[in-house]
Nanobody, 127 residues
Framework: QVQLAESGGGLVQAGGSLRLSCEAS????????MGWFRQFPGKEREFVAA????????RYADSVKGRFTISRDNAKNTVGLQMNNLKPEDTAVYYC????????????????????WGQGTQVTVSS
């Protein structure tokens, strides 16, 4: 079991930056691959970024590649999402997710494979 809590959302102007953080409870954080997803009003959740258990493998959605960076600190049970050059179309609720994984290097963009989710944090980018 793991519980997730996101923080760091807010309002920012286009071209600005925000850093989201997700803190996980429990002593086995390093057993979980982690991901960030976002949801636009009336839409399904979409993949943003994922990171493997060790942090050695990452994957990004094409829409954020080169602008967003996912990272994790297994000693602090946290995963972060640094978002630079934000655009109004990045406005959404952002969710942190965890997936128990036996494979240290595994990453996945499929939301159905994540068993644990945070409550979400709103990111609003004004033009």
């Amino acid at each position: 079991q793991v519980q997730l809590a996101e923080s760091g959302g807010g309002l920012v102007q286009a071209g600005g930056s925000l850093r989201l953080s997700c803190e996980a409870s429990g002593r086995t954080f390093s057993s979980y691959a982690m991901g960030w997803f976002r949801q636009f009003p009336g839409k399904e959740r979409e993949f943003v970024a994922a990171i493997s258990r060790s942090g050695g493998s990452t994957r990004y959605a094409d829409s954020v590649k080169g602008r967003f960076t996912i990272s994790r600190d297994n000693a602090k049970n946290t995963v972060g999402l640094q978002m630079n050059n934000l655009k109004p179309e990045d406005t959404a609720v952002y969710y942190c997710a965890a997936r128990a994984s036996l494979v240290v290097t595994s990453v996945t963009s499929t939301p159905e494979r994540y068993g644990y989710w945070g409550q979400g944090t709103q990111v609003t980018v004004s033009s």
